[in-house]
């Protein structure tokens, strides 16, 4: 059974209705370009505490410098970083020197040939991959959330050839999950807006997902 993931949370009574249903991660949203679930890094801060261990805590953070990163973190304390957008300046080494104890997750935007060989590359320095239906290329770029699935056979080729696990993200629900899982094999699944009724996440769609997956 895949590691199931759920984002966006948005208060401590999110998390603890997550965790109640199996949830093995929880992802937090920093400031972003666009997308929902949004939380002020004092949020996530109060939020954090009250993720009990063995259940990861994800900060989504949408910088794109090694040193802009890590100070990220440092307001937050989550257990793995999700870098939702492409290094820009610095290296995944220099946040591992800063940051030893935490987990990397580099998310690849699925839009072509471009994004595998992307994702192999990169998953010989993360602890994980994360495959999304986001647009880094747009004006105002896209960086998850968009409740879009993308084309499951690139995602397959991502998980026959990395070197590192791969989370599974984008339009999941309790409707395709199981057809997501099938095609893709993934270690993981990732999902925001499939759980969620107006933002908030939503109980019933929560234990549909669980079903589904089991």
């Known amino acids: 059974?895949?590691?199931?993931?759920?984002?966006?949370?948005?208060?401590?009574?999110?998390?603890?209705?997550?965790?109640?249903?199996?949830?093995?991660?929880?992802?937090?949203?920093?400031?972003?370009?666009?997308?929902?679930g949004t939380l002020?890094?004092?949020?996530?801060?109060?939020?954090?505490?009250?993720?009990?261990?063995p259940v990861a805590s994800f900060l989504l953070t949408s910088e794109t410098e090694a040193d802009a990163i890590i100070a990220h973190h440092q307001k937050v304390h989550t257990t793995?970083?999700?870098?939702?957008?492409?290094?820009?300046?610095?290296?995944?080494t220099d946040?591992?020197?800063a940051l030893p104890a935490v987990k990397l997750v580099q998310v690849i935007h699925v839009l072509d040939e471009r994004s595998v060989e992307e994702a192999v590359r990169l998953s010989e320095s993360v602890?994980?991959?994360?495959?999304?239906?986001?647009?880094?290329?747009?004006?105002?770029?896209?960086?998850?959330?968009t409740g879009r699935t993308h084309d499951w056979s690139l995602s397959r080729r991502i998980v026959e050839q990395a070197r590192a696990p791969v989370f599974l993200a984008g339009g999941l629900n309790a409707q395709n999950v199981r057809q997501a899982i099938e095609a893709v094999q993934p270690f993981g699944i990732d999902l925001c807006t499939g759980v969620r009724t107006d933002g908030q996440l939503d109980e019933a769609k929560l234990a549909a997902f669980f079903r589904a997956v089991a």
């Open 80 to 92: 793995t970083l999700q870098l939702v957008d492409a290094l820009s300046e610095g290296t995944y």
């Open 127 to 145: 602890d994980a991959l994360l495959l999304d239906s986001g647009n880094p290329n747009l004006k105002i770029k896209e960086l998850g959330g």
């Open 40 to 53: 002020t890094d004092d949020a996530i801060a109060q939020i954090v505490p009250a993720i009990p261990p």
């Open 95 to 97: 946040i591992r020197a």
């Open 1 to 36: 059974m895949p590691k199931i993931k759920i984002c966006c949370i948005s208060s401590i009574e999110e998390a603890q209705l997550a965790i109640r249903y199996g949830a093995d991660a929880l992802g937090l949203v920093g400031p972003m370009p666009s997308g929902p």
